[in-house]
Every structure is written in structure tokens, then in C-alpha cells.
């Protein structure tokens, strides 16, 4: 049996959305609608859809960096949101993230030897020399040689930045790394380079990862299990191999097909969704992929599909699928 360590339970965020002179609240944002899963120790977990579907926010409550509107995120035996103030810091030393834009994520006042002890120094078990024998210790795990530990992040290259950053995330040796779609904003020629280190330092340090990308290719490389997120709602999850190899659900299959062939003259079948993607503001009733779905039938409109066990450890929402 795997050992579970990390359990989402109906996890809601939802912004609201202020106007007027007295600026009161007249709508809501439904940024995470219901979502629910489990990260077992020492897996890559996988979250994917297009941009605004929730994915970032889902990290960004794990870690506390935003309050939930409802729900509970069972860590190592204790909910996350149930934690006060005080007990967040030793959170923080459990659950480290890497964040999407290297740019922004390093105080530019700081040397690069310096934003990876500050852990350390903000624990206050270490003197200095300890704590900057440490540091440059994971700088060169990461890639980053003793003669730039004294550069500002201007001096660095993006890739740089971002191996800067996971040397940070790994200071505390945590126990669960949120990846905010770290590749990003990299060039292509080192994403490569940036994703192969992760999976080096997976195993290295026995870490278990929930990989957020919009990316399918990166998400088939990396993560051993994939959730799939449309507007805020759970969709398909399950392994990833299965859900690239055999997708299941409409919206799931319309994104493996936009991936690129490398073969050019490779027989491509593609998926192309109609409509947009409607406003989280005020979402579609039922099944929120319905108006877009080329199988959509009237149930789809007025009731929310459950999810159901397709294949061994492999989730479905979809009416379609749950009538057969």
C-alpha cells in the first residue's frame, strides 16, 4: 500500500470580484471549484490544463500564500489550513516551491550564495561559515559554480536563476516541492537541461514533487501520475502513461492531440474544442466543459458528473463515459 502524504479534499478558492463606490462585493472568481486528490511520498504528481484553470492556485494555497474558501489538505497527518501562524514556519520547512518566473522570485539585492542560506540563516541553527558551506554546497549540486556565488541575479542567465532557486527550495530539505511550471519562461535550448535536474534531485534527495505545467509533453516526461483541470474542476485523473496513452475524457483527448509530432510526416488526428473558454465568473452549470464538448447531451447541462473508476487507479468525470 502506498504511503499517502499528502491528501486534497474538496479544495474551493473563490476571489471576489468588488465594484461601486463602496466597493462591495458583486461576483466571484471560481478560481478551484471541488478539487480533490492524493500525492503519495516519493511520486511526481501532475497537474495540467490551460492557463486559468486553477492550477497555480492550488500551490499557492498548499503553501499558504492564500487562504482557502473551503476545503482541507491533509499533510503528514495534520490540515494545512487548520495550522496557526506560528506552526506555518515549520510548514514552510516541509513544503518549499519553486516559482514559475526566476526574474522576480530572487531578491535582487542578494548574492546568490546569500538567497540560498537565508533559510538557514531564518532557522538559527547555523553560524555564518556554516551556513555558506551549505549553501555553496547545493549551488554546485545544482549547477552553479564557486566562482558566481557572490553575482546578483542580473549577472545570471534565466536558466541560471531558476537552478538559484531550486538550490533555495532545497535548503530545508523539505518533504514536498511544489514546481510552479519552473521551465516556463526558460529557452527551449535549457529546458531540458532544468527538467532533467529535477528528476536528478528526485531521486538524489527522495523528494516528492506536484508538477504544475500547461505543457503536456513536459508533464508525460516527468510525473508518474496526471490530474486534469478545465475552469477550476477536476476532470480525469490518473497514471500518466494511461492518460496519454488512452484518454478518456473529451477535453482530456482535445489536449493530447495539440501536442507536436516529431515525425513531420506523422499521421495526426486534431482536436479542435468549439467556442471559448467560458468566464470562471460565472461558470457553466452541470459539466463545465458541456458547451464545448462535441458529445454533450442535455443531462450534461444541468448535472455535475461524478467521478468514476474507469481503470485501475484511473478517475473520469464525464456523463458520457459513466453511462456506457
Known amino acids: 500500500m502506498q504511503d499517502a502524504l499528502l491528501k486534497v479534499i474538496n479544495l474551493r478558492k473563490y476571489f471576489p470580484i468588488r465594484?461601486?463606490?463602496?466597493?462591495?462585493?458583486?461576483?466571484?472568481?471560481?478560481?478551484?471549484?471541488?478539487?480533490?486528490f492524493t500525492v503519495?511520498?516519493?511520486?511526481?504528481?501532475g497537474i495540467v490544463g490551460e492557463s486559468g484553470c486553477g492550477k497555480t492556485t492550488i500551490l499557492r494555497?498548499?503553501?499558504?500564500?492564500?487562504?482557502?474558501?473551503?476545503?482541507?489538505?491533509?499533510?503528514?497527518?495534520?490540515?494545512?489550513?487548520?495550522?496557526?501562524k506560528n506552526e506555518l514556519k515549520m510548514l514552510r520547512r516541509k513544503i518549499a516551491m519553486i516559482f514559475q518566473d526566476p526574474y522576480s522570485s530572487l531578491d535582487p539585492r542578494m548574492t546568490a550564495i546569500d538567497i540560498v542560506s537565508e533559510p538557514f540563516k531564518i532557522r538559527g541553527d547555523m553560524d555564518r561559515n556554516e551556513r555558506r558551506e551549505r549553501a555553496a554546497?547545493?549551488?554546485e549540486r545544482v549547477g552553479i559554480s564557486s566562482e558566481y556565488f557572490n553575482r546578483y541575479p542580473h549577472e545570471f542567465s534565466g536558466g541560471q536563476k531558476q537552478r538559484i532557486g531550486i538550490a533555495r527550495a532545497l535548503a530545508e530539505n523539505p518533504d514536498l516541492l511544489l514546481a510552479d511550471e519552473p521551465v516556463s519562461s526558460l529557452d527551449v535550448s535549457v529546458r531540458a537541461q532544468v527538467l532533467n535536474l529535477l528528476k536528478d534531485l528526485h531521486k538524489e534527495?527522495?523528494?516528492?514533487?506536484?508538477?504544475?505545467?500547461?505543457?503536456?509533453?513536459v508533464i508525460k516526461h516527468l510525473c508518474d501520475r496526471t490530474l486534469v483541470l478545465y475552469l477550476g474542476k477536476p476532470v480525469e485523473i490518473g497514471p500518466t502513461k494511461d492518460?496519454?496513452?488512452?484518454?478518456?475524457?473529451?477535453?482530456?483527448?482535445?489536449?493530447?492531440?495539440?501536442i507536436p509530432k516529431l515525425d513531420p510526416d506523422a499521421k495526426k488526428e486534431r482536436i479542435i474544442l468549439k467556442g471559448a473558454v467560458p468566464?470562471?465568473?460565472?461558470?457553466?452549470?452541470?459539466?463545465?466543459?458541456?458547451?464545448?464538448?462535441?458529445?454533450?447531451k442535455s443531462i450534461c447541462s444541468s448535472k455535475e458528473p461524478n467521478f468514476v473508476e474507469i481503470k485501475p487507479k484511473h478517475f473520469v468525470a464525464c456523463h458520457q463515459i459513466n453511462s456506457r
Request: hydrophobic fraction near 40%; charged fraction near 15%; aromatic fraction near 12%.
Open 19 to 36: 465594484g461601486g463606490v463602496f466597493l462591495r462585493t458583486i461576483g466571484w472568481v471560481h478560481a478551484v471549484d471541488g478539487v480533490s
Open 40 to 45: 503519495n511520498r516519493g511520486e511526481i504528481f
Open 61 to 84: 494555497l498548499l503553501i499558504r500564500l492564500i487562504e482557502p474558501t473551503e476545503g482541507s489538505a491533509i499533510f503528514q497527518g495534520v490540515d494545512i489550513f487548520q495550522m496557526k
Open 137 to 139: 554546497e547545493l549551488l
Open 205 to 217: 534527495f527522495n523528494l516528492t514533487y506536484i508538477y504544475v505545467s500547461h505543457n503536456l509533453r
Open 243 to 258: 492518460i496519454y496513452d488512452s484518454p478518456i475524457h473529451p477535453y482530456t483527448k482535445a489536449l493530447i492531440s495539440a
Open 279 to 296: 468566464t470562471p465568473i460565472n461558470p457553466p452549470s452541470g459539466c463545465r466543459f458541456h458547451p464545448r464538448c462535441p458529445f454533450a
